[in-house]
């Protein structure tokens, strides 16, 4: 693997339509975790994705309107190419007010299994805390890699589901992390 360069807070003038020129989002999903009456299953179904150029120019949006309404993104880079990226939204919610969402976090293929998720996650959780939040929230894909991955950095089934978040990704392992 090579060197991480740089990890480092993004402006607006960073995501640029080439910022997702040599990432590559492909991942070849085998297993899902479903929950159903109340348990949750590991089951057969399959698919690859794979960002194709519309899709990472919708990401250059998230990732602008997110820095825009006061949230947080930072990528990581070798030799000025983007390996990986997370980003926290700007908007606590809550019972209590002590939630901040996770929006994204990806990590390049040819770079995953090297610790850059991780140095992202945690790195996001720092910008996280300094917005105010206290647990972060993160609807994740239920693909039984990304569910391993969030439970090694410590992340549980979430105690108090967002009820808009899960309308919209009703299949994703809704998560939380404790930031104290």
């Given at each position: 693997m090579n060197t991480?360069?740089?990890?480092k807070k993004l402006q607006s003038k960073d995501c640029t339509s080439e910022?997702?020129?040599d990432f590559n989002r492909y991942q070849e999903v085998k297993r899902c975790w479903r929950k159903e009456n109340g348990e949750w299953l590991l089951k057969d179904i399959a698919?690859?994705?794979?960002?194709?150029?519309?899709?990472?120019?919708?990401?250059?949006?998230?990732l602008l309107r997110c820095?825009?309404?006061?949230?947080?993104?930072?990528?990581?880079f070798v030799d000025n190419t983007l390996i990986g990226f997370s980003s926290v939204l700007n908007h606590l919610f809550g019972s209590n007010d002590e939630y901040i969402q996770l929006e994204m976090l990806h990590v390049s293929y040819e770079?995953?299994?090297?610790?850059?998720?991780?140095?992202?996650?945690?790195?996001i959780c720092g910008y996280a805390k300094e917005l105010g939040a206290k647990k972060l929230y993160i609807s994740a894909h239920s693909a039984e890699e990304t569910q391993?991955?969030?439970k090694s950095v410590g992340c549980v089934e979430t105690t108090?589901?967002?009820?808009?978040?899960?309308?919209?990704e009703p299949?994703?392992?809704?998560?939380?992390y404790c930031l104290m």
């Amino acid at each position: 693997m090579n060197t991480i360069t740089v990890i480092k807070k993004l402006q607006s003038k960073d995501c640029t339509s080439e910022i997702f020129s040599d990432f590559n989002r492909y991942q070849e999903v085998k297993r899902c975790w479903r929950k159903e009456n109340g348990e949750w299953l590991l089951k057969d179904i399959a698919f690859t994705n794979q960002w194709n150029d519309e899709q990472k120019a919708e990401r250059v949006v998230g990732l602008l309107r997110c820095i825009q309404q006061g949230g947080v993104v930072i990528g990581a880079f070798v030799d000025n190419t983007l390996i990986g990226f997370s980003s926290v939204l700007n908007h606590l919610f809550g019972s209590n007010d002590e939630y901040i969402q996770l929006e994204m976090l990806h990590v390049s293929y040819e770079f995953r299994g090297n610790g850059i998720g991780k140095a992202l996650f945690h790195e996001i959780c720092g910008y996280a805390k300094e917005l105010g939040a206290k647990k972060l929230y993160i609807s994740a894909h239920s693909a039984e890699e990304t569910q391993a991955f969030y439970k090694s950095v410590g992340c549980v089934e979430t105690t108090e589901l967002n009820q808009k978040l899960f309308e919209e990704e009703p299949v994703d392992c809704h998560l939380e992390y404790c930031l104290m």
